[in-house]
T-cell receptor, first 116, second 112 residues
Framework: DSGVTQTPKHLITATGQRVTLRCSPR?????VYWYQQSLDQGLQFLIQ???????AKGNILERFSAQQFPDLHSELNLSSLELGDSALYFC???????????????FGPGTRLTVL | SQKIEQNSEALNIQEGKTATLTCNYT??????LQWYRQDPGRGPVFLLL?????KEKRKERLKVTFDTTLKQSLFHITASQPADSATYLC???????????FGSGTRLSIRP
């Protein structure tokens, strides 16, 4: 158990809908990262937040947005969903907000999103 | 654009042997290179990080090497066990560009 929690575990929705994925980092970690993992794309970095501020941006679509709240939990919002958005979405956390790739990241169990 | 290749999709070896996984990249050398283990349906688990100015890192039965001339990292598991069976991912960290790129992974199977 990494100490990172994600809800829900599974989500099934229809095209065009909007969903919110939630992540609670490990106690004491200030950075939260979001990743998308699909069979054809592998693990793709979406976005990083550090202590409430956006720190780094990866391959995140404009239909997707995220935020980190004062209690450090984070939410990833996915809107106008398409079939291709079906994937595992992982949240990770780390202690610091240093350059991405420098900190040990602890991954949560993921949310499996299915868009029908 | 930057590309990462992990040697093969799958690797099968006999218990007790050393497993060697390869991570090759093109273009720019990362500041950091990480290796993760991922079991089916679960999140990746961090194993080792090696910096661009380091040649080798060890942790118990694990060893990572990083050759910026060859643009390659090797990940070794010595005295492999069936419990080591998993997918192993390498990740390149470009801290100055705030970017991290993961390889597609190598699925390792250790047969008893």
């Amino acid at each position: 158990d990494s100490g990172v929690t994600q809800t829900p575990k599974h989500l099934i929705t229809a095209t065009g809908q909007r969903v919110t994925l939630r992540c609670s980092p490990r106690s004491g970690d200030l950075s939260v990262y979001w990743y998308q993992q699909s069979l054809d794309q592998g693990l793709q970095f979406l976005i990083q937040y550090y202590n409430g501020e956006e720190r780094a941006k990866g391959n995140i679509l404009e239909r997707f947005s995220a935020q980190q709240f004062p209690d450090l939990h984070s939410e990833l919002n996915l809107s106008s969903l398409e079939l291709g958005d079906s994937a595992l979405y992982f949240c990770a956390s780390s202690v610091e907000g240093g350059g991405i790739g420098t900190d040990t990241q602890y991954f949560g169990p993921g949310t499996r999103l299915t868009v029908l | 654009s930057q590309k990462i290749e992990q040697n093969s999709e799958a690797l099968n070896i006999q218990e007790g042997k050393t497993a060697t996984l390869t991570c090759n990249y093109t273009n720019y050398s990362p500041a950091y290179l990480q290796w993760y283990r991922q079991d089916p349906g679960r999140g990746p688990v961090f194993l080792l990080l090696i910096r661009e100015n380091e040649k080798e890192k060890r942790k118990e039965r694990l060893k990572v090497t990083f050759d910026t001339t060859l643009k390659q990292s090797l990940f070794h598991i010595t005295a492999s066990q069936p419990a080591d069976s998993a997918t192993y991912l390498c990740a390149l960290g470009y801290s100055s560009a705030s970017k991290i790129i993961f390889g597609s992974g190598t699925r390792l199977s250790i047969r008893p």
